[in-house]
């Protein structure tokens, strides 16, 4: 028997006429339509040469089409990998690089720079897809019959990768299988009750574990139906808001939320469930989002390793400042960071996790891969936490250097090594203060020669070309020198501490 994820979503779907997505702006994609446009898709790219485990790499505005097209590849046996739309030139030459897909699919409007980089680094074939469902992707994809068995595919071969920032500052690949999505979705359709019934607005960008494996896994294993918006704007979510049953988002869309009067109890009467994660969500937005809407927010906590790992419970304590417990066959400990050892239950310590739902390491980097597994098979996520005495799972802080920006990941290596390799540069720190908006903000400390002058605007404009906008410093300060231990280890927590008032309010 095929474990191909496609093949489990469609036996899943009883009523091909049922919508599977509305847009913003009242397109309909039935679950017959849907089945029907992958199918063109994935034939068109056997007919490209498309073999099974080629790599088609997507960078592409959201869109529903763009969504279908994740089902037609991973129909066609090959592996999905999306890209951050906000990548730049310069980054997405090393993810061509290293991930040698057969086939690019870019905006109509990144195409005349795309191409010939893609060209130069032998993908076989650069096509393109927008926002409105425009593009040389389906325009040949309407030649193809829709008709298409989904290529058999065991369990553990591989259906996406998804490219996580790394402390090194090299991007890896993260390769999940057809098994880590299925068993995944399976257990949070479950758990959080997804019914055909269910209405789910998505907000959220569809190249990152959240918006694409969370959010529509789960509504295609539901065969429910989602209202999809290109982007968030709570203008657009308070609109739709009335017609869902449940939205899952980052803690920001829900502090966006709560600054708009329009969010009251009766706006959202229809809505069962509010999901957040990514990144932490604060006791005080998640009390405030009660106070006005009458819900608790659903906080869980996962990785783009390890897709889900827990979550708080839907008919229990859905505690505040906690991300649950571990999910239906996922096993969590936390152990001494050194010694592996696991710790009392109570104690803070580095979060392990094993399951079904834990990758297939990293794309040809078996020693990065080997260094963040225990001989035991357990996961090491980098994240620092503690069990309590009700066995919800808190996370208190990170043990991998790590800034969460809206939801998106930002290494501060990444930033230090361009920013060090500018002119006059001796030396820099990037470090995540609280902010408002995006929870924390990546603020730079730099340390110039003595015969050269900082300048922060000139410094952000140069990074603007070579960093996707998100990663780019909220603003930049110049020192004479970073504190450092005796080791010579930068102190980023003295940094941190300077600069924590810097985005407050008043
Ligand atoms: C946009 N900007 C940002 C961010 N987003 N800067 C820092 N952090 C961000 N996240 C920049 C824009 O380029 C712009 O720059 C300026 O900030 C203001 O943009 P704004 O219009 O406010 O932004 P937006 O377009 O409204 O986006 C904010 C957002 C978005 C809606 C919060 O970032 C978002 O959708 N985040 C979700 C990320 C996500 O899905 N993460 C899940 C990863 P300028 O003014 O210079 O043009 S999966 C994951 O983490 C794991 C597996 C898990 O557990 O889910
Ligand atoms: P990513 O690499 O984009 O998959 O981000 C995964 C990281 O996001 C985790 O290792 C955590 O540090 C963080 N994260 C995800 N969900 C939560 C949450 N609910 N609370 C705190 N941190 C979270």
Redesign the pocket.
């Known amino acids: 028997m095929s474990d191909n994820l496609v093949t489990l979503i469609r036996s899943r779907i009883a009523d091909p006429s049922k919508t599977f997505i509305e847009t913003g702006d009242r397109r309909i994609f039935t679950y017959g339509d849907t089945f029907a446009m992958a199918g063109r898709f994935a034939n068109m790219l056997v007919g490209l040469g498309v073999q099974p485990g080629d790599r088609v790499a997507v960078q592409v505005d959201k869109s529903p089409e763009a969504l279908i097209l994740y089902l037609g590849v991973v129909a066609a046996g090959a592996i999905y990998l999306p890209l951050n739309s906000?990548y730049t030139l310069a980054e997405l030459e090393y993810f061509i690089g290293d991930a040698e897909p057969r086939v690019f699919v870019c905006r109509p409007s990144t195409e005349k720079d795309i191409a010939p980089l893609a060209a130069r680094l032998d993908v076989a074939h650069c096509l393109t897809l927008g926002g409105n469902g425009d593009g040389s992707l389906v325009e040949k994809a309407k030649a193809a019959s829709p008709d298409f068995t989904e290529v058999p595919r065991k369990a553990d071969d591989l259906a996406a990768i998804l490219y996580t920032s790394g402390t090194t500052g090299r991007s890896k690949g993260a390769m999940l299988s057809h098994r880590n999505l299925a068993s995944n979705a399976l257990t949070l359709v479950d758990y959080w009750r997804f019914t055909a019934d269910d209405v789910l607005l998505h907000?959220?960008?569809i190249f990152?574990?959240?918006?694409l494996f969370?959010a529509s896994n789960v509504i295609l294993l539901a065969g429910a139906s989602m209202i999809f918006l290109a982007?968030?704007?709570a203008d657009e979510v308070i609109r739709h808001l009335p017609r869902a049953t449940s939205m899952m988002g980052?803690p920001?869309?829900y502090t966006r939320l709560l600054q708009a009067p329009q969010l009251t109890k009766d706006l959202v009467k229809h809505v069962r469930l509010f999901v957040s994660?990514?990144?932490p969500l604060l006791a005080d937005t998640h009390k405030e989002w009660e106070a006005r809407t009458g819900h608790r927010i659903l906080e869980?906590?996962?990785?783009?390793e390890t897709?889900?790992n827990t979550s708080n419970p839907y008919d229990g304590d859905r505690v505040a400042g906690t991300v649950g417990f571990p999910l239906p066959g996922v096993s969590l400990r936390v152990v001494d960071p050194e010694s592996g050892k696991p710790l009392a239950q109570g104690e803070i310590g580095m979060i392990e996790v094993k399951g079904p739902n834990v990758f297939q390491g990293y794309w040809r980097m078996p020693e990065k891969t080997a260094a963040e597994f225990r001989p035991d098979g357990f996961f090491i996520t980098g994240d620092l936490g503690k069990i309590d005495e009700r066995g919800y799972v808190h996370i208190v802080g990170r043990g991998k250097d790590l800034i969460?920006?809206?939801?998106?990941?930002v290494y501060p290596k990444e930033v230090e090594t361009e920013i060090d390799a500018m002119p006059g540069v001796v030396e820099s720190a990037v470090i995540g203060v609280p902010h408002p908006?995006?929870g924390e903000?990546?603020t730079a400390v730099v340390v110039m020669a003595k015969d050269a002058r900082g300048d922060e605007a000139a410094m952000l404009k140069a990074l603007e070309g070579r960093l996707a906008?998100?990663k780019?410093p909220?603003r930049i300060f110049f020192a004479d020198d970073l504190p450092r231990n005796t080791m010579g280890k930068v102190q980023k927590n003295l940094l941190r501490d300077q600069y924590k008032d810097l985005y407050r309010k008043g």
């Not at 990152?208 to 918006?211: D, K, R």
């Not at 969460?404 to 990941?409: A, E, L, W």
């Open positions: 906000g907000a959220l960008p990152h574990t959240h918006g969370v982007k968030f704007d980052v920001t869309f994660g990514s990144a869980r906590y996962g990785m783009t897709n889900m969460i920006s809206g939801g998106y990941n908006d995006f903000g990546v906008k998100f780019l909220k």
